[in-house]
């Protein structure tokens, strides 16, 4: 890992984000932040892998790391960097850009190990893009945050989130306004929990299988980590959002599959 000397330090406009984060998103729903991560792990190297349920989901995760006074540089869709303004504040903060659909898709996971092994802590959703199923548990995920584990040893911290969807609906400026603006009426109740860290010490990068059954721990412990925030609602959620597509494409299949509630 770098020196102290040369360990990434989260910039003032980032600080001052997060802050902002930690008073805003409130004003649209009720936060609950459960667990927290080791103050050892604190200031980095980790990954933070969270389940990708809604558009809400960043400034909620945003939110609950300034909570627990956590600084992470996010991994977000490249075309966040694209406009003028906000693209000046997201590489200013640091983030790490997921250009899809490019032939340079690779190199946000080369750009996101070199920030681990500067120190950094990197946020990333492995399922790489908001899920699908349509019981709205976390599908089968992109092999790329368990290469990064592998080849940096940081540890990696489940981050599950759960009524998002509540909040801004998936697709549509009239409906995703629309639910934004009755979100500070209806005041839902969000959820964040931070899990106990995956242990992948038997798992070398380059063994046979390894990012795989990585990546398998990784999303059984999100997994893990959602189940009690939607108790009541483990075998399909209450609140449908019309707008949001189903597909059992990457439908996974973990324990939770025998729940009948």
């Known amino acids: 890992m770098q020196s102290p000397q040369s360990r990434w330090v989260p910039p003032l406009i ?3 984000l997060l802050r902002l984060a930690s008073l805003a998103i409130p004003l649209l729903c009720r936060l609950r932040v459960t667990g927290d991560v080791p103050d050892a792990l604190r200031a980095g190297p980790m990954v933070l892998a969270g389940n990708h349920i809604g558009n809400f989901d960043p400034f909620v995760h945003v939110a609950a790391c300034a909570r627990r006074r956590i600084a992470p540089r996010m991994m977000a869709t490249g075309g966040l960097f694209a406009p003028p303004v906000v693209g000046h504040v997201m590489r200013a903060s640091g983030h790490i850009p997921v250009y899809r ?10 750009h996101a190990t070199e920030a681990l092994r500067q120190g950094s802590v990197v946020f990333i959703y492995p399922e790489g893009r908001i899920g699908l199923d349509p019981a709205m548990w976390p599908e089968r995920p992109k092999t790329g945050l368990a290469r990064m584990a592998l080849a940096t040893g940081a540890p990696v911290v489940p981050v599950a989130v759960w009524g998002t ?18 979100a500070i009426f209806r005041r ?5 929990h931070f899990g106990e860290p995956v242990d992948l010490s038997d798992l070398k990068l380059g063994g046979v299988g390894a990012a795989q059954r990585a990546s398998d721990r990784i999303m059984d412990a999100i997994t893990a980590a959602l189940t009690p925030l939607r108790a009541g609602e483990l075998r399909l959620p209450r609140h449908v959002d019309p707008t949001r597509p189903l597909s059992t494409a990457r439908v996974r299949h973990p324990p939770r599959r025998g729940h009948t509630a």
């Open 165 to 182: 969807h509540e909040v801004i609906a998936y697709h549509g400026a009239g409906a995703m306004a629309r639910t934004a603006f009755t």
């Open 101 to 110: 659909g490019r032939a340079n898709v690779g190199d946000a996971v080369a």
């Open 188 to 192: 839902p109740v969000v959820r964040v």
């Open 14 to 16: 980032w600080r001052l």
